[in-house]
């Protein structure tokens, strides 16, 4: 790990388990293996942000980085902020929000979010695993009370345009989770709300964005490279990419 040596180094004594073969959430045609730190134990804040320096992700309660045997094609990436220059579509997505009020709340359960968040699935998700009424697993998917999350709410005036779920960590900010309007598409509200978390961990004062697993050949997922430069994890360390 970066600037640990392992003598001192808090994940060593940590347990993970490795699940069954379960069907690919990406592609259809292919199944999956996870790696999952122990769910009978909360990780510290620590510990979670150096679980995420080596491609660990959250949902809800569960700690998990892809482990697939001959499949390699989820690639963590982070963005380095300070270093970020963002191109001519970000900065007219970035102008065109001017006016948009970001306000950071606790992790509740809010009628208005859940709202938008089914409108989103159902227009980005429909039949692909994420589209149940069910506000109970919505809010498992947001909320683990061992972290320290908050959830991101993006407003034009009285209007909700769209929420972020975000993990606070040692060296930076985790994009968990974003959903949005399905009608405000020309607001470009999931460009906004990574350049707004680049812009929030340059005020913080931190290092990174991490925006989960990089997919070059997903098209819902093949976006995250956009954002330059960034940095992808090899398994070892992270890799500078122009």
């Keep these: ?19 069954s073969s379960h069907p690919c959430g990406y592609f259809p045609d292919r199944s999956a293996v996870t790696l999952v730190f122990d769910p009978d134990t909360n ?24 482990h697939c045997g001959t499949c390699q094609d989820c690639i963590p990436i982070r963005i380095a902020v300070n270093d970020f220059k963002p191109n001519r579509s970000q900065r007219r ?16 359960y809010r ?11 159902t227009h980005r998700h429909f039949n692909g695993g994420m589209d149940s009424d069910n506000p109970k697993s919505y809010q498992q998917l947001l ?11 993006f407003r ?24 949005y309007d399905p009608d405000k598409m020309s607001y470009s509200p999931g460009v906004y709300a990574i350049l707004w978390h680049i812009h929030e961990t ?26 330059r430069p960034f940095e992808y994890f090899d398994g070892r360390k992270w890799q500078r990419q122009p």
């Excluded at 009628?111 to 699935?121: G, N, V």
Aim: aromatic share 16%; glycine share 4%; hydrophobic share 30%.
């Design 111 to 121: 009628p208005e979010h859940y709202e938008l968040f089914r409108r989103y699935i």
């Design 202 to 227: 340059q005020r913080r004062g931190q290092n990174y964005v991490y925006l989960g697993y990089w997919i070059p050949e997903s098209p819902k997922m093949r976006y995250k490279s956009q954002y």
């Design 93 to 108: 997505a970035w102008n065109k929000n001017s006016n948009i009020t970001v306000n950071s709340l606790p992790v509740e």
């Design 143 to 153: 909320e683990a009370d061992w972290c320290h999350t908050l959830l991101h709410e």
């Design 43 to 66: 990780p510290s804040y620590e510990v979670f942000s150096l679980l995420s320096q080596i491609g660990f992700r959250r949902s809800g309660h569960h700690v998990y980085r892809p």
């Design 1 to 19: 790990m970066d600037n640990h040596s392992d003598d001192f180094n808090p994940l060593n004594s940590l347990r993970f388990y490795v699940t």
């Design 156 to 179: 034009d005036g009285d209007e909700l345009l769209a929420v972020s779920v975000t993990d606070l960590l040692e060296d930076g900010m985790s994009a968990v989770y974003t959903f």
